[in-house]
Structure formats: structure tokens, C-alpha cells
């Protein structure tokens, strides 16, 4: 996906998801760039149609809410614009490498994009992919947004919206690059307002390489604005072109940091630090047992005076010291 389209929706509540769960009900707007370039199965748009149609909030439940759906097609790859942007600042010692990155890039660019084709519902329908062209002039709606001569949008005429979308933004030809549904949330029908679809056919103006590009930014920021009023609820929504379809959200474990020990290699390296702790901490243990009645030293035992004074004059080395104190102790004391 990209964060940096992510972070231009900063005034509004913004989140990522990875199923379409429950968590999804009360969002107001998803996001949705598709890890593949596969057409969404039937089941995937009916839950998409019954989420676009029906509110989920229990104040309003099963009243009509606006909603919107952005899908962004899987037909662009930023990789030739980031190479490009990166030989002059490339080190010297890399720069054969990151000109042989860019050539690739521009090889795999010149090939086109891949796709399956393939219709989706009234959305839109995959065609087998045209060369991808650089739109030089915008139209539309949103054709104020940004100058298309400055800015990096591509056109490959893989996404073709379907007959009840209306442009916003066309390339010089008239191509819609960004279309737009309504639906009738009182009819069951695509017609007059409320909730509403908006197809993109490609990143090139959405994606975190070409964000870079002021004008890029504008165009993005036109879209946003397009949108409606603050406050709303955006969810990213990070899966391929069939994401799981659950009735209820996943649990969560709290985090308590055991994780840390399935992550290879940091687990093995906290698991003998454990180790070690554990006998570290078992060598500091007290040793427990019976207990004993030690004796305590008497404190009128004379014979232990007499080992200290020993001590003290061994530690003097001077025997004839010794014997001197001994013999003054004989003839004055005991008057032997």
C-alpha cells in the first residue's frame, strides 16, 4: 500500500486491515490497493456491495450511510521512477550497480504490466495491457488539481470502468484514469448519491515513489478532498485481489514479549540467555534444609584470649619480642 497517500489522509481517522471482517463495517472510507493483478472474485464485490448499501452502526443499523471504496489497480511499478531518482546521488562504488538496477527497471517497464483479464461485476473490466504512456494533459473533474507536464501519471488502458462510472480525470485522449460510481442506496441501484466507488487505474500518482513529485501530491490531495468531510474513518485495506471473507475479527493476544523467542535469531540467542540466567540465579539460591542451632562464642572464655594475644605476637616475627613479653608477664603477674 502506500503510507505516504496514507499519511496525505492525516486529518482523518486512519488504520490498516487485512480481511473483510466486522471491523470493516463502521469504516467510512477503504482504501484498497491489491497485491495482485488478478480480478476480484464475485463474492468479494457482493461483500463489497452489501457494505457500500447497508449501515453497520448500531445507532443506525440497516439505515443508509455514505461509504466509499477506492480501488486502486495493480498495473503500475514505481521501480524505474526510483532508480531514476537515485544515479545522482548514487555512492561511487554503486553506481554501475544502481545504472544496471535502472536498465532493468526500464526493460521490465517497456514489457507492460501483467494482468488477468477478466470482468468485475458493474465495476470495471482487466483488459490485456496497452504500452504504458505518460499522460502530458489532464481533464476532468479533478483536472485542476495538479499539472499533468510536471507530474509522473501513466496510462496502460488495463482497468476499463464500467458504463455506470463517470470520470473525474482523464488523460489527453480522453481515457479515464480516475472514475467514479455512485450508488443509489434508496433504489439498490448505481444512480443519484450516497455511497459511492471510485475506481484509479494505477499508483503512478498514489505510491510512495511518486508521491515524491509535488504535483503527485496535489493530485492525491484533490482526490482525498474529494472525499467529503473530515473526520472520517479510512481503513487501508492490505490483501491481494481475493482477501478473506470472515464473520467475525481475529483475536489478539496481548503482547507480553514471548514473541521475541520465535524470531529467528533472536530467540535462540534469548533462550541460552535464559539458560544462563536460570543458573546463575540458581547459584545465588539459599540452601534449604533442617535448621540447626549454631553455638555462640563465649564471651568470657579466657583461652581465647590467649589465642588472640598468640596471634597477634606471630604476626609480630620477633621471637625474642615474644619471649620478653612472655617473661615480664611470668615475673610481675604470676611472680614466677
Request: glycine share 8%; with cysteine; aromatic share 10%.
Amino acid at each position: 500500500r502506500s503510507r505516504s497517500f496514507a499519511s496525505s489522509c492525516s486529518r482523518r481517522r486512519v488504520r490498516s486491515w487485512r480481511l473483510l471482517s466486522p471491523s470493516l463495517h463502521k469504516a467510512d472510507v477503504v482504501v484498497w490497493f491489491p497485491t495482485d493483478s488478478k480480478p476480484p472474485p464475485a463474492e468479494v464485490t457482493g461483500w463489497f456491495d452489501d457494505w457500500l448499501s447497508y449501515s453497520y452502526d448500531d445507532d443506525y443499523r440497516g439505515l443508509p450511510q455514505e461509504k466509499v471504496l477506492i480501488y486502486v489497480g495493480r498495473h503500475y511499478d514505481a521501480e524505474e521512477l526510483y532508480w531514476a531518482s537515485t544515479q545522482a546521488s548514487a555512492p561511487a562504488a554503486l553506481k554501475q550497480e544502481f545504472a544496471k538496477r535502472l536498465s532493468s527497471a526500464k526493460a521490465k517497464s517497456a514489457a507492460g504490466p501483467s494482468a488477468t483479464p477478466g470482468e468485475v461485476a458493474e465495476w470495471f473490466t482487466l483488459e490485456k495491457a496497452s504500452p504504458t504512456k505518460r499522460v502530458d494533459k489532464f481533464s476532468g473533474e479533478l483536472a485542476g488539481q495538479a499539472d499533468a507536464s510536471k507530474a509522473t501519471v501513466q496510462h496502460n488502458a488495463v482497468v476499463k470502468p464500467g458504463a455506470g462510472l463517470v470520470p473525474l480525470l482523464l488523460d489527453d485522449n480522453g481515457r479515464p484514469l480516475v472514475s467514479e460510481a455512485v450508488f443509489d442506496l434508496g433504489s439498490d441501484d448505481w444512480g443519484q448519491h450516497e455511497s459511492r466507488l471510485i475506481v484509479v487505474e494505477n499508483g503512478s500518482f498514489l505510491l510512495n515513489a511518486p508521491l515524491v513529485n509535488r504535483e503527485n501530491r496535489q493530485l492525491a490531495g484533490g482526490l482525498i478532498a474529494h472525499l467529503g468531510a473530515e473526520g472520517k474513518e479510512v481503513v487501508f485495506l492490505e490483501a491481494d485481489s481475493a482477501p478473506t471473507i470472515s464473520e467475525k475479527d481475529p483475536e489478539f493476544a496481548t503482547p507480553n514479549g514471548l514473541q521475541f523467542f520465535r524470531v529467528w535469531p533472536i530467540g535462540a540467542v534469548l533462550g541460552q540467555a535464559a539458560a544462563l540466567g536460570l543458573v546463575f540465579a540458581m547459584s545465588l539460591f539459599p540452601i534449604f534444609g533442617v535448621p540447626r542451632r549454631l553455638q555462640k562464642p563465649s564471651l568470657t572464655d579466657f583461652g581465647k584470649h590467649v589465642g588472640a594475644l598468640a596471634r597477634l605476637l606471630a604476626a609480630t616475627r620477633d621471637r625474642a619480642y615474644a619471649r620478653e613479653l612472655l617473661g615480664k608477664y611470668f615475673s610481675e603477674v604470676k611472680k614466677e
